[in-house]
Structure formats: structure tokens, C-alpha cells
């Protein structure tokens, strides 16, 4: 993505998102970070009992054979990895931020009087792309465009236990970040917080 953005707008993926998303929203969230802010950036913890080899893996997955070199927990802090610009990868923010930008998804493609999207465009993270068993977490999963689908509401989980959940009927987005990582299996934290936001909703409602 990030290269069909440079083609077409002549930006790099992170100053397009920084100048037509982040900026018109006032979202304090960056894709790839500069030296002005590294002192702002909280460094990954691994999970306890593990060091910064630790690499994070599905919760359900089976050890397999890869190509492809695992990330490391020293390599997600290390400056070359800030100053990159990967889509999906090294974005950085608080959970303000990350609902504040994902709330565009959750309000038909506009919050207050800035509109990024047409009203139709958020609807199409609902088109489904699949729908079976995932080989790489090992689990049942949909997926639509860019989020998994779970019920009435759609998102994804961050490296270490961050995610963000988005339920346009609720116009609501939840969103739940932190550098203390744990183990995929054993970390329910960010389900927490979404399910405490639901039942706020219902406390409003009543």
C-alpha cells in the first residue's frame, strides 16, 4: 500500500496520512516516527519470563516452517524500525488517537464537519474476503477488507495485546493500546475494555 500511495500522490505512506487523515482530525497518531518524538515513544516490554528475542505468535497456531524473519521485541524499539513507515505495522499512538482515527469507520466516514470518506466508503470494510479456517492463527476467522468480522462490529489486534474494535450501528470505536506485552493466549485485556464500553452503552440507554 504504502508504494501505491507514493506512485499516485508522490507522498510517502506516512506524511499522506499525516496531512489528509491524522491532521484534519487532530489525531495525535503517526505511521513511522521522527527523531522530534522518539522521547515520546514508550518501548515494548516483552511478556514476562521473556527477554527482547521474544517473538509474538498467534494464540492458536502451529510452530511451522517460514522464510520469513520474525520480529523480534529489540528489533520493534530499535530506531531503524521508528523511522520506518510500514502499513498495518509501526503505526504509533495512545488509545485516543487510535479510536479518534477509526471513529471515521465507525461514523460514515466523518466526525464533526470533516468528512475523509463518503458515507458508502466505511461500509465496504464489511465485504467479506473469507471465511474459514485462518492456517496462520489456527482459528476459525472472517475477514472483510482490512478487519476481521465479529457480529455487528469489526477490527483487529496489535502486537502484544493493543486492538481496536469498530461498531458502526453503536457509532462507537474502542480502542486499547499498551508496550507491556503478553502472551496471545493469556491476554484478555483489551476485550475487557471493549466489553466495559458496551455495557456503558447500555447503561445510557436505560
Same mark, same amino acid.
Given at each position: 500500500?504504502?508504494?501505491?500511495?507514493?506512485? !499516485?500522490?508522490?507522498?510517502?505512506?506516512?506524511?499522506? &496520512?499525516?496531512?489528509?487523515?491524522?491532521?484534519?482530525?487532530?489525531?495525535?497518531?503517526?505511521?513511522?516516527?521522527?527523531?522530534?518524538?522518539?522521547?515520546?515513544?514508550?518501548?515494548?516490554?516483552?511478556?514476562?519470563?521473556?527477554?527482547?528475542?521474544?517473538?509474538?505468535? %498467534?494464540?492458536?497456531?502451529?510452530?511451522?516452517?517460514?522464510?520469513?524473519?520474525?520480529?523480534?521485541?529489540?528489533?520493534?524499539? $530499535?530506531?531503524?524500525?521508528?523511522?520506518?513507515?510500514?502499513?498495518?505495522?509501526?503505526?504509533?499512538?495512545? %488509545?485516543?488517537?487510535?479510536?479518534?482515527?477509526?471513529?471515521?469507520?465507525?461514523?460514515?466516514?466523518? !466526525?464533526?464537519?470533516?468528512?475523509?470518506?463518503?458515507?458508502?466508503?466505511?461500509?465496504?470494510?464489511?465485504?467479506?474476503?473469507?471465511?474459514?479456517?485462518?492456517?496462520?492463527?489456527?482459528?476459525? +476467522?472472517?475477514?472483510?477488507?482490512?478487519?476481521?468480522? &465479529?457480529?455487528?462490529?469489526?477490527?483487529?489486534?496489535?502486537?502484544?495485546? $493493543?486492538?481496536?474494535?469498530?461498531?458502526? $450501528?453503536?457509532?462507537?470505536?474502542?480502542?486499547?493500546?499498551?508496550?507491556? +506485552?503478553?502472551?496471545?493466549?493469556?491476554?484478555?485485556?483489551?476485550?475487557?475494555?471493549?466489553?466495559?464500553?458496551?455495557?456503558?452503552?447500555?447503561?445510557?440507554?436505560?
Amino acid at each position: 500500500m504504502g508504494e501505491v500511495v507514493r506512485r !499516485i500522490t508522490g507522498r510517502s505512506l506516512g506524511t499522506f &496520512f499525516a496531512e489528509e487523515v491524522a491532521g484534519p482530525i487532530g489525531a495525535d497518531f503517526r505511521i513511522g516516527v521522527g527523531p522530534e518524538d522518539d522521547h515520546r515513544v514508550a518501548l515494548a516490554v516483552p511478556p514476562p519470563g521473556h527477554d527482547e528475542d521474544y517473538t509474538a505468535s %498467534a494464540p492458536n497456531a502451529e510452530p511451522k516452517p517460514t522464510t520469513a524473519t520474525a520480529l523480534r521485541v529489540r528489533d520493534a524499539n $530499535s530506531t531503524a524500525w521508528r523511522r520506518a513507515e510500514i502499513p498495518a505495522a509501526n503505526g504509533y499512538g495512545n %488509545a485516543r488517537s487510535v479510536a479518534l482515527v477509526q471513529s471515521v469507520m465507525a461514523c460514515a466516514g466523518g !466526525i464533526g464537519p470533516v468528512r475523509l470518506m463518503s458515507p458508502a466508503g466505511p461500509g465496504r470494510a464489511w465485504e467479506e474476503q473469507f471465511d474459514g479456517e485462518d492456517r496462520t492463527l489456527g482459528m476459525p +476467522m472472517r475477514w472483510g477488507l482490512g478487519y476481521g468480522l &465479529f457480529g455487528t462490529a469489526y477490527g483487529w489486534g496489535g502486537w502484544g495485546g $493493543s486492538l481496536v474494535m469498530v461498531d458502526p $450501528s453503536a457509532r462507537m470505536a474502542v480502542a486499547y493500546v499498551t508496550n507491556q +506485552m503478553r502472551e496471545p493466549a493469556n491476554d484478555q485485556r483489551g476485550l475487557e475494555i471493549v466489553s466495559a464500553a458496551y455495557e456503558g452503552l447500555q447503561g445510557l440507554s436505560t
